[in-house]
């Protein structure tokens, strides 16, 4: 039968790959005490598991010199959001792009130069073919970071039943 889940060595093993990215697997395997091989093992079986979704750097929007962010609500038409998406990948500033529930159908994370930069941006959105209106805020601050350790850790925790 497979494992499923997370357990506490994989979360260490997660957590030093998040700490150290540049650290090869042997390495890892001396500092976390465990065989390289068992260590190859877990990676392998969470990237199969798509726990581990990439071992890119993390860009910096503000270090490439798009310092302002925003968050961009969509009012779309239903029947247009595969091509409204593809149009949305197209546009370099859009970070990202979720369907969602609620007041509008799709959310935008932009990065700008400047305010005028995102509005420039926003006015792109508006032209695609099915998008009807936006609705746009601006990210004064970041107060907690796109984060997924924390998520695995209480993950680990939660399968040994704990709280």
Known sequence: MARTGLDALDVRILR?????????????????????????????????????????????PR????????????????ASRADISAAL??????????????????????????NEHIQSVIDRTLTIP????????IALSVVVPHRVQPLAEHAEHAELGER
């Open 16 to 60: 030093l790959l998040r700490e150290r990215p540049r650290t090869g697997l042997l390495e890892i395997s001396r500092l976390l005490g465990v065989a390289r091989g068992t260590v190859q093992a877990r990676l392998d079986r969470m990237i199969a598991d798509g726990v581990v979704a990439d071992f890119g750097p993390n860009l910096s």
């Open 130 to 137: 099915g998008v009807r209106r936006s609705s746009t805020v």
């Open 63 to 78: 270090a490439l010199g798009y310092p302002v962010q925003a968050f961009t609500t969509l009012e779309v038409e239903q």
């Open 89 to 114: 990948a197209a546009i370099p500033e859009v970070l990202e792009a979720h369907i969602v529930t609620g007041p509008g159908d799709v959310w935008c994370r932009i990065a700008g130069r400047d």
